[in-house]
């Protein structure tokens, strides 16, 4: 049933921009898709559901009041009651129905900063949570620009195999016309008819190829492709992208979320080690209590008690299991920054890798256009000449053949290129600012939203 909704949801939509003429942007599906991707809603959850750890945390600053009741039989054989002698010749031995009644209020005065040590480790993991969501959001945003670029990219190569295709078919039918004229050789005739079929079937495998773009499209952001607008381009110029490398590397290291979700896990990991601390200090409370009991403890008759406390508790000797945990939470710590560590070299290295694709496809753009343009230069004169007797069939098939490719090869890469700039822009947690699209409120940290709370009261 799900799967029914959401096709005829796409069907809904995709006729919708039909009728309508609506070209889709690159922001309205990447949109699409932070709104819809399962995985950024499974990491919102997430985040909602550490939240509330912060708020149970923050509870031990406020008392705890218990009430409690109780009402049935007691059968009491005390030294009181056998001195009395019991009741109903039982020989000491009392018997009553027994009412118990209880509230008890404590206040926790101090327990070893477990207390601020636990609020400070849920923030840490709330926080770490929420730079997740922003990095999902990056990621999952790479993606759909990646199919969305993806697709314009297989419609370009399927047009220019449809312009081969055709230009094959012009060239069979006028070599088919010379041969049926009896001025035309056969073997020419084949040669035409071999590249011709060479010909349809790069253009039926290009179809194949956007078809499985569009499938890609689909599986990313959720609704399948229609008229799809062009794709803004992240220039130096425009300051989107960094003059260098080493500028790209030290937005990254400065914005990536992932990495600043490793620092949040090494605070989480030093708020634990301090809260493995609080069992070595003593706990104080502030009790009161009040208790209203009826016939209790074989005496018939009202016991009223009302108690007002500070009590010290404090442990001398468990076997040694707060010392383990010490040991352990330190650990943890090494761990968390060892685990920092590494994402600090992806980062830098995913940073580095799409840099040099974006400068190598850049570099590479110029004399893939040279080599185009040139191709076809040669292209046009090879017709001409070939029309006045002075190329042969072969020459102008092989022209074809290599304007074609040529035009392949600097297509590819200008698509490609423009998707190592999205790459940079997502590495360095920039993607999303530059498109304009929205993140889910949930990716930003608590600690950012109190900052923002005392700077409005400042």
């Known amino acids: ?61 406020l008392p705890t009041v218990d009430v409690s009741a109780g009402y049935g039989l007691e059968q009491a054989n005390t030294p009181f009651t056998r001195g009395f002698g019991g009741t109903g010749g039982s020989g000491g031995v009392t018997q009553y129905g027994r009412t118990e009644s209880s509230v008890q ?50 419609k370009a190569l399927l047009g220019l195999a449809k312009d081969n295709l055709d230009m094959h078919k012009s060239f069979f039918d006028q070599i088919n016309l010379r041969t049926e004229r009896g001025v035309g050789r056969q073997s020419d005739l084949d040669q035409a008819t071999g590249r011709l ?17 569009d499938t890609n499209f689909y599986r990313v952001i959720g609704v399948l492709p229609t008229a799809l607008d062009d794709v803004p381009e992240p220039t130096r110029q425009s300051g989107d992208i960094p003059e260098n490398m080493d ?28 809260t493995a601390s609080a069992a070595f200090y003593p706990r104080v409370d502030f009790e009161v209590g009040y208790d209203n009991n009826d016939d209790t403890g074989g005496i018939r008759g ?73 191709s076809i230069k040669t292209l046009d004169a090879y017709k001409r000449q070939f029309n006045i007797g002075q190329r042969t069939l072969l020459d102008l098939l092989d022209t074809t053949n290599e304007a074609y490719l040529a035009n392949l090869a600097y297509t590819d890469a200008k698509y490609n290129e423009l998707a190592a700039r999205y790459r940079i ?34």
Request: hydrophobic share 40%; proline share 2%; with cysteine.
């Open 1 to 61: 049933m799900k799967i029914k909704r959401a096709l005829l949801g796409c069907l809904v939509l995709t006729s919708f921009q039909l009728s309508t003429g609506h070209t889709q942007t690159l922001k309205e599906a990447v949109q699409l898709t932070l709104d819809e991707n399962p995985e950024i809603q499974e990491a919102r959850s997430t985040r909602l559901a550490y939240e509330q750890e912060i708020d149970q945390a923050a509870s031990r600053y």
């Open 105 to 154: 209020l404590r206040q926790m005065v101090f327990d070893g900063f477990e207390t601020p040590h636990e609020v400070d480790r849920f923030t840490a993991k709330t926080d770490a949570q929420a730079y997740t969501v922003f990095g999902k959001s990056e990621m999952v945003g790479l993606q759909a620009a990646q199919a969305y670029i993806g697709v314009l990219r297989r």
């Open 197 to 213: 079929a060479n010909a349809e079937s790069n253009f039926r495998a290009e179809e194949g190829n956007l078809r499985d773009a």
């Open 247 to 274: 500028q790209a590397v030290e937005l990254a290291l400065a914005n990536h979320p992932i990495l600043k979700a490793a620092d949040a896990d090494i605070g989480e990991a030093l708020a634990q080690h301090n």
């Open 302 to 374: 009202q016991n009223e008690n009302l108690t007002a406390m500070m009590r010290v508790r404090y442990n001398l000797f468990n076997g040694g299991k707060d010392t383990a945990r010490r040991r352990q939470t330190a650990y943890e710590i090494a761990q968390a920054k060892n685990i920092r560590d590494n994402t600090y070299r992806q980062t830098i290295e995913s940073i580095r890798l799409s840099w040099v694709a974006y400068q190598t496809l850049g570099n590479q753009i110029a004399f893939f256009k040279s080599h185009r343009d040139a």
């Open 425 to 458: 822009l997502a590495g360095m947690g920039a993607l999303n600012r530059y498109l304009g699209t929205k993140i889910p409120e949930e990716a930003r940290p608590i600690t950012e939203e109190k900052q923002a709370m005392v700077s409005t009261f400042n």
